[in-house]
């Protein structure tokens, strides 16, 4: 098991950065995939980035490919999701999520047992 807390949302405006942090407390992450997942009003929850905390092999949702950047930093023991040229439909509530997650299955929120609280990140224009 492992604990995830999630900082840094918050209100910005069309066109600018945000950098979303998760710290992680708990048992050792050697297999794990760690992953950013939101959920607009309304809307599933979805698949952002995910990066494997053995390698740093990073995945990406087609959505915002090249805007957002997935990485960790083993020495803290956070996983950081650098978001670049936010949108509006960027507005949601940002969730980490770690888990054993097989390649096959890193983008499905049911494959991960472990989750944050969520941060809110609000995109205006």
């Known amino acids: 098991q492992v604990q995830l807390v999630e900082t840094g949302g918050g209100l910005v405006q069309a066109g600018d950065s945000l950098t979303l942090s998760c710290a992680i407390t708990?048992?050792?992450?050697?297999?794990?995939?760690l992953a950013w997942f939101r959920q607009a009003p309304g809307k599933d929850r979805e698949f952002v980035a995910a990066?494997?905390?053995?390698?740093?092999?990073?995945w990406y949702a087609d959505s915002i490919k090249d805007r957002f950047t997935v990485s960790r930093d083993k020495a803290k023991k956070m996983v950081r999701l650098q978001m670049n040229s936010l949108k509006l439909e960027d507005t949601a509530v940002y969730y980490c999520?770690?888990?054993?997650?097989?390649?096959?299955?890193?983008?499905?929120?049911?494959?991960?047992?472990?989750w944050g609280q969520g941060t809110q990140v609000t995109v205006s224009s």
């Open positions: 999520a770690a888990g054993r997650t097989i390649l096959s299955s890193l983008r499905y929120a049911a494959h991960y047992p472990n």
């Open positions: 708990g048992d050792s992450l050697g297999s794990y995939k």
């Open positions: 990066v494997s905390w053995t390698d740093g092999r990073t």
